[in-house]
């Protein structure tokens, strides 16, 4: 249905930035909520920013005030700007999406997983 694929990530310095892009293909009628969660090893993952069609942002409150989240609702494609980016900020990003889809006649919803893409932030 929809494939997510990420890039952007890699290795970077405390204080740097890094800019993640996600863009989604396949066959879909909407994407509503896009977003980026992130795992570190040893721990559950977790929301990082999301955003909806219309432009609403909701951010954890560790990337307040550093991190951006926007999309191009034509290239169906979401980004994240890391600024002061911390070693606490290293972990595998992922990009996730849901919306709708046809199915035959019927219109049904989906979710939807990118592979992740690595971030690290060394001292």
């Known amino acids: 249905q929809v494939q997510l694929v990420e890039s952007g990530g890699g290795l970077v310095q405390a204080g740097g930035s890094l800019r993640l892009s996600c863009a989604a293909s396949?066959?879909?009628?909407?994407?509503?909520?896009m977003g980026w969660y992130r795992q570190a090893p040893g721990q559950q993952r977790e929301l990082v920013a999301a955003?909806?069609?219309?432009?609403?942002?909701n951010y954890a409150d560790s990337v307040k005030g550093r991190f951006t989240i926007s999309r191009d609702n034509a290239k169906n494609t979401v980004y994240l700007l890391m600024n002061s980016l911390k070693p606490e900020d290293t972990a595998v990003y992922y990009c996730?999406?849901?919306?709708?889809?046809?199915?035959?006649?019927?219109?049904?919803?989906?979710?939807?997983w990118g592979q992740g893409t690595q971030v690290t932030v060394s001292s």
């Open positions: 396949g066959s879909f009628s909407s994407i509503n909520r």
């Open positions: 955003i909806t069609s219309g432009g609403s942002t």
């Open positions: 996730n999406a849901d919306g709708t889809y046809w199915r035959g006649s019927l219109l049904s919803n989906f979710g939807s």
